[in-house]
């Protein structure tokens, strides 16, 4: 086409901006959008959604947001091109910003914008921005769409809030095999194996044939909940049963069920013997068992097989100096910090998540930065000391530094999750009755767990944490996790 006197219009260009997308291709697209640039096309809609579609999955979203800009005469399918493609790259806030930027701009939304926009308040668990999202989906006649009612069911199932998924999915007569799955899989991140098991006769009683996304709901409630006989029992019914072949994610379930129960040999026989390579999951599963049970040898040889495939993943160094640490190795937590330093390895920051009123409020592991830090660190340090009366003991077992009492105790107190905890309780949003969510980027520590507990029970109140393996629901000094997670 180039050779020839036509010159590529709008479609054209679109069409190859897509299959760039498709096929991981970045280089050709930088050179079509230089083309489109000299031919004027990029800022017109419909290439130029295209282009915010590319660069989405590039996994280069400041660029989406940045070609987005300069489109002209914005439409319904730029938008969602750009919604839908901030929250495929994590970037939930910024997800919503564009979705409220849109309908203060009078634009249609679209099934693809409103399921964008689900997804990010989901990523962020924040009930207010589900509701919202949802009461404009029902003005706009969208609720009943089947991509918007899976995508409801999913925000509201990681909101914690299983009842307004399961009466999403009671009323929304078209829902398909995925609006079944993700109910399942709220149910799964709540620890409910009975109403997994329940809903899955269900939806077999309606004709539908469950595939291999009901299994994973099923084994990773399971795996959670470190059950490793039902695992076992339900990974073989889905072959012999089902004619369903796992996949590795299947796989990656029931070593991690294995590893919690405490049969490590056992799992780690099942990730040498599958018809699969083991990936980074199967062997933090593996290493996570070994953190939990204390066998820090084995942990050690888990973690060298995962910084093998990853030498950047810094939850390999933590999860092996945690367990090193507890048990006085000293020098070796040593050496793992070396290798840390040598290679550039830095720790994620922990970061926590609360939903004040709508707004979502963001924490950092020792943060000073929200305007209202005085009045936290107050707060937290009366909670602290309060709940030392009762019998809390601080957990220095995951403490990667030989330090003194004192400056273990800050480190502690300072944690995301805790201060994000400290300011919900002094905002005044949270009512007796009305439990305190908070949503943790990394896996909550065993100091914050048993905190938690405790401050439950002082405040005779519920607070529900979701981590980045599973929800803990903390009420009169106890957690749903069972001390799994």
Known sequence: MLRHPT???????????????????????????????????????????????????????????????????????CYAALVVGLAQNSRPIDALAAFYEMISSEVRSTMYSVSGALRSAAELAALEQCRMVHAHAMVTGLDTNAVVGSALIDAYGKAGFVSDAR?????????????????????????????????????????????????????????????DIESERWFTRMIEDYKLKPGLEHYTCVVGAFSRAGRLCDAEKIANTMPFVPDAAVWRALLSGCAYHGEADMAWTMAKRLIELNPNDDSAY????????????????????????????????????????????????????????????????????????????????????????????????????KLALAFGIISGAFPPGKAIRIVKNLRICRDCHEAFKFISKVLDREIIVRDVNRYHRFFNGTCTCGGVW
């Open 7 to 77: 010159l590529p219009n709008q479609r054209t260009l679109a069409s190859l901006f897509r299959t760039c997308a498709a096929v991981s291709s970045l280089s050709f697209g930088l050179a079509l959008h230089s083309l489109s640039i000299r031919l004027s096309l990029s800022s017109q809609p419909f290439s130029g959604s295209a282009l915010v579609h590319f660069y989405s999955k590039s996994r280069l979203p400041l660029d989406a947001r940045k070609v987005f800009d300069e489109i002209r005469d914005r439409d319904e399918v």
């Open 167 to 227: 009466r999403v999915f009671d009323e929304n007569l078209r829902i398909n095999i995925v609006g079944w799955n993700a109910m399942m899989a709220a149910y799964a991140q709540q620890g409910d194996n009975d109403s997994i098991i329940k809903l899955f006769t269900s939806m077999e009683a309606q004709g539908l044939r469950p595939d291999d996304y009901s299994f994973l709901a099923i084994l990773s409630s399971l795996s959670n909940a470190g059950l």
């Open 318 to 417: 933590v999860i092996v100096a945690n367990v090193l640490s507890s048990a006085g190795r000293w020098e070796e937590v040593s050496e793992v910090r070396k290798m840390m330093k040598n290679r550039r390895v830095k720790k994620e920051v922990g970061r926590s998540w609360i939903e004040v009123r709508g707004k979502v409020h963001e924490f950092l592991a020792g943060d000073h930065l929200h305007e209202m830090r005085d009045d936290i660190y107050k707060k937290l340090t009366e909670l602290m000391e309060e709940i030392e009366k009762f019998g809390y003991v601080p957990v220095w077992d995951e403490m990667l530094h030989e330090v003194g009492e004192e400056e273990k105790r800050k480190s502690l107190w300072s944690h995301s999750e």
